[in-house]
């Protein structure tokens, strides 16, 4: 089904497979699952470690139409799908000459090494002030805690105090300007690792990005489609 559909859709619209995206999701399961062998307790990108689930690798082209999907166990670490994920795809559509671009999480010094071997290339990346009372100080630290905790990538830039003040439990919080022109040099930044040697820094760019589209039809599996 999946090799009528890649070729009917490449036939109608024109479809290039010379670069092809790949990416990793999970999705969890409420109970046992004990007649899922391949449900299992791992890495919960829903937040959910104490479910069993099974992970979910999709490759899509470079113009978002997904080309094939794979399950594997929920334990597996996205890396360990990699090598897999390529030969299933030889395998319903054939060897050829194309790029694979993926997160860095994929990457590994393994997988390179197959790539090279198998003839394929890949394209990856490699990483005011304001007070509210409060009877003592002691009940307010864990909620700043769990504030800064949960916007991780932002808490740098902030100065937060937490302190009695006149009877009364005071949070004031500025803007740190130093940290802020450190984080605009620094942060936001991608380094990508690649074989491939005849591209633009532009071209590259704009193949790894690409991604997104992968990502986007996750979310319509998991939100779209309610399933958890």
């Known amino acids: 089904m999946e090799t009528y559909l890649k070729n009917k859709l490449g036939s109608l619209f024109d479809l290039e497979f010379d670069l092809l995206l790949y990416d990793v999701t999970s999705t ?17 990108r829903d937040h959910r470690g104490d479910c069993k689930q099974v992970c979910i690798g999709l490759v899509v082209t470079k113009d978002g139409i997904p080309l094939g999907y794979e399950v594997f166990a929920g334990n597996t670490h996205d890396s360990k799908t990699y090598q897999e994920i390529i030969r299933k795809m030889e395998e319903k559509y054939g060897k050829a000459d194309r790029i694979w671009c993926s997160d860095r ?21 490699c990483a005011l002030n304001s007070k509210r009372p409060c009877t003592n100080p002691n009940f307010l630290l864990p909620g700043v805690g769990r504030i800064k905790s949960q916007n991780s990538r932002g808490a740098g830039l902030f100065d ?19 940290w802020r022109d450190w984080a605009s040099l620094s942060e936001g930044c991608y380094l990508l690792r ?7 820094a532009e071209e590259l760019w704009r193949a790894y990005i690409q991604l997104t589209e992968a990502e986007a039809a996750f979310r319509i599996e998991k939100s779209d489609l309610k399933i958890p």
């Open 28 to 44: 969890y399961f409420e109970g046992q699952c004990n007649a899922n062998s391949l449900a299992k307790h791992g890495h919960s």
């Open 105 to 125: 999480g994929m990457t590994s010094e393994a997988n390179i090494e197959f790539l090279k071997q198998d003839g394929q290339l890949s394209v990856a990346s």
């Open 160 to 178: 937060v105090k937490v302190e009695e003040r006149d009877g009364r439990a005071t949070i004031t919080w500025s803007k740190k300007d130093s």
């Open 194 to 200: 690649t074989n491939v040697m005849e591209w633009s």
